[in-house]
């Protein structure tokens, strides 16, 4: 779950497997994102009217090898020992990043080094979304 508030992130906060129902997932992932995300302070109430979420469904992760990402259409994950990050597809398209910069965002967001992504330790794997948000129904990145 994202949230925003005047078009600038605010909030993001989600879960790639659950044993809970969607629902109660989207319910937890909504006020951890309003909340509890430790970038930013809780939102306040004055915010509110500003306020804007985008939900991203994702699809079973999968490896991918690194000439395979297709910007816009594919989230990263980066993950060794136990520590991994997650970038949504739409983050490349956004920050206009190239297929190395995305990696390195990745690898950034999971607290390894920018190139930990270059090594064989390190499992990249990959997946697509359905976003839902307010100012757009539906958009696929299937």
Known sequence: MTVHVQGKLRGCIGVVETSEPLS????????????????????????????????????????????????????????????RGLLLPQVAVEHKLNREQFLAETCRKAGFSLDAWRTDDVAIQGFTCVVISESEEFQRGE
Not at 35 to 57: H, I, K, N, T, W
């Open 24 to 83: 109660a997932s989207i319910v937890h992932c909504a006020s951890g994102a309003a909340l509890r995300d430790p970038r930013f302070p809780p939102l306040s109430e004055g915010e509110l009217s500003a306020l804007g979420v985008e939900l991203s469904l994702l699809s079973r992760p999968a490896p991918l090898l690194v000439p395979e990402i297709e910007l816009g259409r594919h989230g990263l994950i980066v993950s060794k020992d136990g520590r």
